[in-house]
């Protein structure tokens, strides 16, 4: 069954450390991207990735950090830079940045400081 | 800078009425725009893709429309249903450094009534 899976679904983080998203997509898709949602808000983009070993920043890259050593894998780690981490974080993949077809979404990763 | 509006938060309207969502662009022009539909707590899923030069697309009880002129695209949803009630996503391919992302507006959250 292909898709696009994030894990874990809720993630608390306690001040002062790191933490890593994990983004897994099996529909053989180029590219992908992570995206943060706040209460009311639309989705902001963070990182994106088009080919393997390369990744792009987006709006609102600072305080987050990410890896694209395979194809399928696109982690996220929320560094203790970024201030005000709370938020709900969507990964996201889509053919080809070129090929403007839809993105397919992961079920979210609820991130909480405590 | 590019900017994506959304023309309410929230929209009610009875079943098996009309509802109809709009979303205004600005500083850009954009090949394509996409509709998506996002419920509590879940990542969005693909609705629709329109092309700049495509003035209406349909699937089912849903069309959207895309102005070029207006910088404008309207969602409509026929036929309304309580299933209906969602919050639903525009989104448009802005060019970035290594390809194009998709950018999205703030959504609006449509409740349909029985």
């Known amino acids: 069954d292909g898709g696009i899976t994030q894990s874990p679904k809720y993630l608390f983080r306690k001040e002062g450390q790191n933490v890593t998203l994990s983004c897994e997509q099996n529909l053989n898709h180029d590219a992908m991207y992570w995206y943060r949602q706040d209460p009311g808000q639309g989705l902001r983009l963070i990182y994106y990735s088009q080919i393997v070993n390369d990744f792009q920043k987006g709006d609102i890259a600072e305080g987050y950090s990410v890896s694209r050593e395979k194809k399928e894998s696109f982690p996220l780690t929320v560094t203790s830079a970024q201030k005000n981490p709370t938020a709900f974080y969507l990964c996201a993949s889509s053919i080809d940045l070129g090929v403007r077809t839809e993105a397919f979404f992961g079920q979210g990763t609820r991130l909480t400081v405590v | 800078s590019q900017k994506i509006e959304q023309n309410s938060e929230a929209l009610n309207i009875q079943e098996g009425k009309t509802a109809t969502l709009t979303c205004n662009y600005t500083n850009y022009s954009p090949a394509y725009l996409q509709w998506y539909r996002q419920d509590p707590g879940r990542g969005p899923v693909f609705l629709l893709l329109i092309r700049e030069n495509e003035k209406e697309k349909r699937k089912e009880r849903l069309k959207v429309t895309f102005d070029t002129t207006l910088k404008q695209s309207l969602f409509h949803i026929t036929a309304s249903q309580p299933a209906d009630s969602a919050t639903y996503l525009c989104?448009?391919?802005?060019?970035?450094?290594?390809?194009?992302?998709?950018?999205f507006g703030k959504g609006t959250t449509l409740s349909v009534s029985s």
């Open positions: 989104a448009l391919d802005m060019f970035r450094q290594a390809g194009t992302a998709l950018i």
